[in-house]
């Protein structure tokens, strides 16, 4: 299926799609509801990440993570899964470095999209340990109306980035073609008819916020950590998945340091931490 696009070393460096690869990506995007972009990031970025996220994280088993998801909230960590976790992770270290969450080529790409005043709306890692269950199938949003909203553009559009190679034996994504296009009351489809595909430091999947899809089981004896970036339009808030907790955690400090054009991008993580520091005042 042609919804893998290869990224070019040249349009890495130069944060630019060729005009030719940004059209076979847009329109896997818009049939498809993904689009898997080889090869996006620098694999040294990458790698980077997982050394930080190993740092804060590597020594929780999923005895000790469900231990902690089970923490009343307000609560960074939540249980989606049978030894599977989804973290908040705070935007500092490795995690704060604009070539990730501002990656140029990206929002570039992204902006054809969601708007050139697009927001940052949720970054957080899934971490599905060995012996994690398949997930169970969904969208990561209800319908916005009773209706749905197949007919609609696009609202948000989830990034993910795998912080090691993921194989078929550790756990890739399942995903369902054209199903962000799929009619309300369609019956849910047959697991085994997904698509997935092995991925690599330095790939990333787009998924329109409508596609159905779902993490597979985690066969290996490797923990396997994804990254999640949330890109949505201004008027679009998740307050679905997110009600027990922040789905962005970056230090106000961390903020004000960023690069002036980040600025619109990280307007809700402004505002979440511009609360967290009154609370801290109060």
């Not at 899964?81 to 908040?88: D, K």
């Not at 078929?168 to 489809?189: D, K, L, M, N, V």
């Not at 400090?253 to 520091?277: F, G, K, S, V």
């Amino acid at each position: 299926m042609d919804w893998i696009v290869p990224v070019s070393a040249d349009e890495r460096a130069q944060s630019l799609l060729r005009p030719q690869t940004e059209r076979a990506a847009q329109e896997a995007l818009e049939t498809h509801g993904c689009v898997l972009l080889r090869g996006a990031f620098d694999a040294a970025l990458i790698d980077g990440l997982y050394r930080d996220f190993m740092a804060r994280y590597g020594a929780l088993d999923a005895r000790r993570m469900k231990a902690l998801a089970d923490r009343p909230p307000p609560n960074p960590l939540l249980e989606v899964g049978g030894a599977r976790f989804e973290i908040t992770v705070p935007m500092t270290g490795a995690f704060a470095d604009p070539r990730l969450f501002a990656n140029l080529l990206l929002l570039r790409f992204l902006a054809k999209h969601l708007g050139d005043d697009m927001r940052l709306s949720g970054f957080t890692a899934v971490v599905s340990h060995p012996g994690a269950t398949q997930q169970h199938t969904h969208r990561d949003h209800p319908p916005l109306f009773p209706h749905g909203a197949a007919e609609l553009p696009t609202y948000a559009i989830n990034v993910s980035v795998p912080l090691i190679d993921v194989d078929a034996e550790t756990g890739p994504t399942g995903i369902w073609p054209g199903s962000q296009r799929w009619p309300a009351g369609t019956a849910a489809p047959l697991p085994q008819t997904a698509i997935l595909c092995p991925v690599q430091r330095g790939d990333c999947i787009l998924m329109d916020y409508r596609t159905l899809h779902a993490g597979l089981a985690n066969r290996s004896a490797r923990v396997r950590p994804i990254l999640y970036m949330v890109y949505a339009r201004t008027w679009f808030f998740d307050e679905v998945n997110h009600v027990g907790r922040t789905p962005l955690d970056m230090p106000l400090d961390a903020i004000e340091a960023l690069p002036e054009y980040t600025r619109p991008l990280m307007t809700r993580a402004y505002a979440q931490a511009m609360r967290a520091r009154w609370h801290e005042t109060r």
